[in-house]
């Protein structure tokens, strides 16, 4: 059952655009992450999100910008993206201390 | 971060076959989740462990916190097992579960 969405499924798009990518969650979860993961299937952690809060900022370029109007929703926003952008870009969510992570479907990126 | 280590790094099976998937930590954790992603890149939650095992039909996993390790087994392979397996921990003291770098699992008939 799909309770984390994400927008859009794929983008491709040039070096410098911006790029915004959004993710709901209808779980009820306080706590939402932003995920990437490369061409090998590496999957790292970007953002923590704790209603509305951040609270895990890993060491990302200062192009990417996470946005939390409310717990339900966490966007990521990718000022002018650059080839190592190429990713499949991961939204997820939990209960306050995590117990399970649920993922949405995943927003293909593609940086020509 | 944290090394996370999975191993081995891939793995082919026949059909009806068994095995398990390890993942190895180097300090204590709350918990570790097993995922399945399949072709079409989807995370599929097989399991949560706080402590102990659990099992699911032909899938049984373990945490052993103290030793700081995981297990995944699998048994009676299908085709549809086949997929990159990934296991996610987070520390007591961190904020954001991290994962290993997968087991990529091809079942064969």
């Known amino acids: 059952e799909t309770a984390v969405f994400q927008t859009p499924n794929y983008h491709v798009t040039q070096v410098g655009n911006e790029v915004s990518f959004n993710c709901k969650q209808t779980?009820?979860?306080?706590?939402m992450y932003w995920y990437k993961q490369d061409s090998k299937k590496l999957l790292k952690i970007m953002f923590s999100?704790?209603?509305?809060?951040?609270?895990v900022n890993e060491t990302v370029p200062r192009r990417f910008s996470p946005q939390s109007s409310d717990k339900a929703h966490l966007n990521l926003r990718i000022k002018s993206v650059e080839p190592e952008d190429s990713a499949v870009y991961l939204c997820?969510?939990?209960?306050?201390?995590?117990?399970?992570?649920?993922f949405g479907a995943g927003t293909r990126l593609s940086v020509l | 971060g944290m090394p996370v280590e999975q191993n081995p790094p891939a793995l082919s099976l026949y059909e009806g076959a068994e095995s398990g998937l390890r993942c190895n930590f180097s300090?204590?954790?709350?918990?570790v989740q097993w995922f399945q992603q399949n072709h079409r890149g989807r995370l599929i939650t097989l399991f949560y462990l706080a402590q102990g095992t659990k099992e699911n039909g032909r899938l049984k996993s373990t945490f052993n916190s103290k030793e700081r390790y995981s297990t995944l087994h699998i048994k009676d392979a299908q085709l549809e097992d086949s997929g990159t397996y990934f296991c996610?921990?987070?520390?007591?003291?961190?904020?954001?579960?991290?994962f290993g770098a997968g087991t990529k699992l091809s079942v064969k008939p």
């Open positions: 996610a921990v987070e520390a007591l003291n961190n904020n954001a579960p991290r």
């Open positions: 300090t204590t954790m709350k918990g």
């Open positions: 999100y704790n209603n509305k809060q951040l609270i």
């Open positions: 997820a969510s939990s209960v306050l201390g995590w117990n399970t992570l649920y």
């Open positions: 779980l009820g979860h306080d706590t």
